[in-house]
């Protein structure tokens, strides 16, 4: 089966971090970009960032608002992409979902809850 | 960043009729390989994001022919041609041809 699962969402405290996985089947994961996007609640859908295949060297791209906190990266042996989230804000709360990159599969999100 | 501003916000629609998003992009989304990645998504409540269109006027498989997209360079539009309940949710554009991904705010479709 084509799917996405994302999964190490949580609760934490300001200024901790949490890593999200995002394991994928059905499809060749190796060749293929991955994304990550966000969705406070009640909100819109903001995008994360973005980590390209080894053919295009595993570049990474990030919104300004996680820039310099948040790193994407990815085991291809493993079929599994990462999104490591450090210095966390409350603003960081949201459903993180992982996307695939022609953006026609998507996970079913996993909830990050930042709070004291 | 390319800015996508979407209108409406909300678009209240009596089931049958005709209903339309307009996405509008701060910059061009015409790739230098001639591609314009510009999709649409619809997010029904409680659910993910599902793809409808893709590079502007594509429709993804599964998606009901009353779904169709148009536009090209900064101006693009999403309709839908006789609105069902099943399309209760809030459809989102995106753009994929500059560096930085963004996304329309979100136009919520309910039926009036």
């Known amino acids: 089966e084509v799917q996405l699962v994302e999964s190490g969402g949580g609760l934490v405290q300001p200024g901790g971090s949490l890593k999200l996985s995002c394991a994928a089947s059905?499809?060749?994961?190796?060749?293929?970009?991955m994304h990550w996007v966000r969705q406070a609640s009640g909100k819109g859908l903001e995008w994360v960032g973005r980590?390209?295949?080894?053919?295009?060297?595993?570049?990474?791209a990030y919104a300004a608002s996680v820039k310099g906190r948040f790193t994407i990266s990815r085991d291809d042996s493993k079929n599994t992409a990462y999104l490591q989230m450090n210095s966390l804000k409350t603003e960081d709360t949201a459903v993180y979902y992982c996307?695939?990159?022609?953006?026609?599969?998507w996970g079913q999100g996993t909830l990050v809850t930042v709070s004291s | 960043d390319v800015v996508m501003t979407q209108s409406p916000l909300s678009l209240p629609v009596t089931l049958g009729q005709p209903a339309s998003i307009s996405c509008r992009s701060s910059?061009?989304?015409?790739?230098?390989?001639?591609?314009?990645?510009l999709n649409w998504f619809q997010q029904r409540p409680g659910q993910s994001p599902r793809r409808l269109i893709y590079?502007?006027?594509n429709r993804d498989s599964g998606v009901p022919d009353r779904f169709s997209g148009s536009g090209s360079g900064t101006d693009f539009t999403l309709k839908i041609s006789r609105v069902e309940a099943e399309d209760v949710g809030v459809y989102y554009c995106?753009?994929?041809?500059?560096?930085?991904?963004?996304f329309g705010q979100g136009t919520r479709l309910e039926i009036k």
């Open positions: 590079k502007v006027s």
């Open positions: 980590i390209r295949s080894k053919a295009n060297s595993y570049a990474t």
């Open positions: 910059q061009s989304l015409v790739h230098s390989d001639g591609n314009t990645y």
């Open positions: 996307t695939r990159q022609d953006t026609a599969l």
């Open positions: 995106m753009q994929g041809t500059h560096w930085l991904i963004t």
């Open positions: 059905g499809f060749t994961f190796s060749g293929s970009a």
